[in-house]
């Protein structure tokens, strides 16, 4: 059995030849370095700061829980730096969430080495605790009088929903606890219909969900929450026209963000559509196959981070590719940046 917490030196070791895992011992960030307790209001205001001149790279590390930053630990091996954010997983099959606590162990390692804490949830439709991705998530749809019930509270589907909220609560209180802000990316992807929480445009449709889920987690004292909306680049739904009947609001909203699947890199259409709705809210790419090119990354300067898809690291990337992007100057990785305590974060 792996041990609960993986450290950087942990997966690397496991990932990474033996010289890299040298260059690793010898560049690794001083205690000094390390990030303290900081607020959601630092990060946004950070984010804010460098949406124009900089970009935080990131890598997702998808399931296992069992194994939360192994791919972290490749793109150090291919670019000799750390990404920027660390994105991870909440888990729906049965054995990644007995494993929450591995993942969060995990958080707490990569915030206190320098980087941002992002996680996502691929979620089990409300009246199954666990499943597998098909049938339990992808193509697990709603009819509409099953949606109308989870949209209004009390009824048996919504308490459903808000129970399986419950879950996450503990483990989003231990990252309160150890004044770590995450970057929360719930229901993504809602303008499309592969999941069950999407494609219903509309004060009811699927920013209404995206309502409830902030407005329930704030109501149980999460207040380290940065608040990550997402779409993608689809042509359901109306596209990069339809993109405001998906916005749950200003209220609701820290961050929005897009994850260009169908295009590679988003159009201008799809950009300008990001930063009229955000109403000048950061923006982000919160889930990229191939890496952006420097170039891409200044004609598009806005976008406050990029994050990596899991295997697509290596299936989708060269390392000459990855090597580039990782030093362009546009781009911040770990220990080039920091986020303090208060409200007005240092420059890059």
Request: charged share 10%; proline share 6%; net charge neutral.
């Amino acid at each position: 059995m792996r041990p609960k917490i993986f450290t950087r030196r942990t997966t690397a070791l496991l990932a990474a030849l033996p010289l890299a895992a040298a260059a690793w011992l010898a560049t690794s960030p001083s205690p000094a370095s390390a990030t303290g307790a900081s607020t959601p209001a630092a990060v946004i205001d950070y984010l804010h700061q460098i949406s124009g001149n900089h970009v935080i790279s990131g890598v997702h590390n998808k399931e296992p829980l069992s194994n939360p930053s192994q791919y972290t630990a490749q793109a150090h091996s291919i670019t000799g730096k750390w990404p920027g954010l660390w994105g991870g997983e909440l888990g729906f099959t049965a054995s990644d969430v007995a494993n929450r606590q591995t993942l969060i162990n995990q958080a707490k390692t990569e915030w206190a080495n320098g980087s941002l804490v992002s996680l996502t949830w691929h979620m089990c439709r409300p009246d199954v605790a666990t499943c597998a991705f098909d049938g339990g998530i992808n193509g697990a749809s709603l009819s509409d009088s099953d949606w109308s019930q989870l949209i209004t509270n009390g009824t048996s589907l919504n308490n459903a929903y808000k129970a399986k909220l419950d879950t996450a609560v503990p483990y989003f209180q231990q990252l309160k606890d150890a004044g770590i802000p995450v970057l929360f990316r719930p229901l993504h992807e809602m303008n499309e219909s592969w999941a069950w929480w999407g494609g219903r445009s509309g004060a009811n449709g699927s920013a209404k969900l995206f309502q409830i889920t902030h407005d329930y987690l704030v109501s149980k004292g999460l207040t380290n929450i940065v608040w990550v909306w997402n779409i993608k680049d689809t042509d359901q739904n109306g596209g990069s026209g339809g993109v405001s009947g998906f916005y749950p609001g200003d209220s609701s909203v820290d961050v929005a963000s897009l994850d260009p699947w169908v295009h590679s890199w988003p159009g201008g259409d799809w950009y300008n559509a990001m930063l009229n709705v955000a109403h000048g809210k950061p923006i982000s790419l919160a889930e990229v196959g191939t890496v952006p090119t420097a170039a891409q990354l200044a004609s598009q300067p806005q976008w406050a981070w990029f994050m990596i898809w899991s295997e697509y690291l290596t299936s989708a990337n060269s390392a000459s590719g990855l090597q580039a992007t990782f030093n362009s100057s546009r781009v911040l990785s770990q220990g080039q940046f920091t986020i303090p305590t208060g409200s007005s974060p240092t420059s890059p």
